[in-house]
């Protein structure tokens, strides 16, 4: 006599899905890499890769870098906006200026075009690794 088949809690579904992930493929590989080269600070291609760690690091990185850049970069443009229109605003008095915001935009400068280069190399490296994957 035939016995039922062996039910799944659903603690176990949801272990044996989580933890049995699909191989990487090549198309996959290959996906990743071109999103690494073309968007790699974003980290995408990490999620693509299913490096989730690796990929809220590169995104987080990334984005503190662009903060540091774009941060400084958006206060002196204001500044320079609210000078050239003195009758709708104040002028701001810079005298006391120092170059701190000089330096935290050189830093972030730095930072942001070593997440495109990390990016830019990952997304390389896959590329050129994607043959040790299934098809």
Sequence with gaps: MP????RLTLDEAVARSAWQEK???RRR???A???GI???FTGIHNLIMRRKKRALAHALSSAVAFAMFLGPLLY???VVYKCQHPAQYECPDISGYDDTLNVIMIIGMILSALALLWGFVEGVVILLNRNRFKN
Aim: hydrophobic share 55%; charged share 5%; proline share 11%.
């Design 3 to 6: 016995t039922k088949p062996h």
């Design 29 to 31: 590989a290959s996906i």
């Design 23 to 25: 191989p990487i493929t």
């Design 33 to 35: 890499a071109y999103f």
């Design 76 to 78: 002196v443009l204001i």
């Design 38 to 40: 073309l968007l790699g």
